[in-house]
């Protein structure tokens, strides 16, 4: 079965410094890997995702996340991080399974953004 | 506009009642999915569905049911049988519904907020 797990429960940062959160994934086939921010009391929106091919991807709001598959990571990642970046963030892996497409999430991490 | 739509956004339920949240999406998706969401444990899939009038368990679907009537509705009911019901609700869609996940992605409701009074 698969499963995510993301190390760093909370990560704080000063504004301006650079980010990275961390992923692990297990799964056993080509995995279709994805990044989603939450904000409070909201749904989740998609950051980024990788299926193939370039294994560093470019994602809306200045994210990127590379691939390493060596390493059966994720990790994502932003030069310079704005106060408006304070959310949770969660990496999932998606597979097929006999009942179909199946997504499966980390417990998530919540970044604090300094001033 | 498209999107998914989940209602109550709050809902109370007493100890030993039955509750239903809604969720309704006009994106002609085909898949949908209930994850609850508990502090320091992500989301957890409860039930999804590929197709109408089919759905499948996910790792916590004891004490939950769900129907899949109609291919833009997925209703989740909380049953007396859930001993700890109140959590955070989020319904996700996706296209297509079983060729994997390389040309969709999930889209998230709102979510509803349910406690236990």
């Known amino acids: 079965a698969q499963s995510v797990t993301q190390p760093d429960i909370h990560i704080t940062v000063s504004e301006g410094a650079s980010l990275e959160l961390r992923c692990n994934y297990s799964?056993?086939?080509?995995?279709?890997l994805f990044w989603y921010v939450q904000s409070p009391g909201q749904g989740l929106q998609l950051l980024l995702k990788?299926?193939?091919?370039?294994?560093l991807v470019q994602g809306i709001k200045g994210f990127e996340a590379e691939f390493k598959r060596s390493q059966s990571s994720f990790n994502l990642r932003k030069p310079s991080v704005h106060w408006s970046d304070a959310a949770e963030y969660f990496c999932?892996?998606?597979?097929?399974?006999?009942?179909?497409?199946?997504?499966?999430f980390g417990t998530g991490t919540q970044l604090k953004v300094e001033l | 506009d498209g999107g998914i739509t989940q209602s109550p956004k709050y809902l109370f339920r007493k100890e030993g009642q039955n509750v239903t949240l809604s969720c309704e999406q006009n994106l002609n998706h085909d898949a949908m999915y209930w994850y609850r969401q508990d502090p320091g444990q992500g989301l957890r899939l409860i039930y999804y569905s590929q197709i109408v009038n089919d759905f499948q368990k996910g790792d916590i679907a004891e004490g939950y049911s769900v129907s899949r009537e109609k291919k833009e509705s997925f209703p989740l009911t909380v049953t007396s049988a859930q001993k700890n019901p109140t959590a955070f609700y989020l319904c996700?869609?996706?296209?297509?519904?079983?060729?994997?996940?390389?040309?969709?992605?999930?889209?998230f409701g709102q979510g509803t907020r349910l406690t236990v009074v």
């Open positions: 996700a869609s996706s296209i297509p519904g079983s060729t994997g996940w390389r040309n969709t992605e999930a889209f």
């Open positions: 990788y299926f193939s091919g370039d294994t």
């Open positions: 999932a892996v998606g597979a097929l399974t006999g009942g179909g497409n199946k997504l499966t």
């Open positions: 799964y056993g086939a080509t995995p279709y």
